[in-house]
């Protein structure tokens, strides 16, 4: 069955360091995009990306870093710059329309030490 | 701009009550609508979604009907299970530009035996 995988499940990250959240899709999705989640919070998004090779930065892109070489994966660098790391990081895809929705992986839970 | 705007929660209830969760929006244009849940600990899941005006969505005993003329997609389920409860976000998604969907802030249930 087609889906996106998040790895790994839980992350910790020291001070000072920098961590790559992979996000893998075999749904033949164009378009990929990464979210923050805090508790209590809605999502807050951080990147997106409608075509490999090309990605728009979404309302809280400092601190974060990504990269789209393959239609397949998006993965998110959280920076040193990052000031407050910690939270559920959330990605998805879609076919980039008006009608299909999102489909999203399991999220990362990223924790700073 | 565009905005939704979901009800405060949590929402408590017990096992077999009718569960409402009020959604309404705000779109320059015509939007598709969404209901997402999410399960602790998860990512979102798609739960039912309407293109037009008085189209109605519904799966998993859940309904909700787009509402054109009170700008409103509320989620409806006749009788709620323990297993139902989550966190549940209503979100747009407008004709043209980017197709990136606006959520509301999600409004937690929490289904009592």
């Known amino acids: 069955d087609g889906g996106i995988t998040q790895s790994p499940k839980y992350l910790f990250r020291k001070e000072g360091q920098n961590v790559t959240l992979s996000c893998e899709q075999n749904?033949?999705?164009?378009?990929m995009y990464w979210y923050r989640q805090d508790p209590g919070q809605g999502l807050r998004l951080i990147y997106y990306s409608q075509i490999v090779n090309d990605f728009q930065k979404g309302d809280i892109a400092e601190g974060y870093s990504v990269s789209r070489e393959k239609k397949e994966s998006f993965p998110l660098t959280v920076t040193s710059a990052q000031k407050n790391p910690t939270a559920f990081y959330l990605c998805a895809s879609s076919i980039g329309d008006r009608v299909g929705g999102y489909t999203f992986g399991s999220g990362t839970r990223l924790t700073v030490v | 701009g565009n905005s939704v705007t979901q009800m405060e929660g949590p929402v408590t209830l017990s096992e077999e009550a009718f569960l409402t969760i009020n959604c309404t929006y705000t779109a320059t244009g015509y939007p598709s609508l969404f209901w997402y849940v999410q399960y602790p600990g998860e990512g979102l899941q798609l739960l039912l979604k309407?293109?037009?005006?008085?189209d109605k969505g519904s799966n998993k005993g859940f309904e909700a009907t787009y509402r054109k003329e009170t700008t409103s997609f509320h989620l409806e389920k006749g009788s709620v299970q323990v297993s139902d409860s989550a966190v549940y976000f209503c979100a747009l998604i407008l004709s043209g530009g980017s197709y990136i969907p606006t959520f509301g802030r999600g409004t937690s249930l929490i289904v009592h035996p």
């Open positions: 309407a293109t037009k005006a008085d």
């Open positions: 749904l033949n999705h164009d378009a």
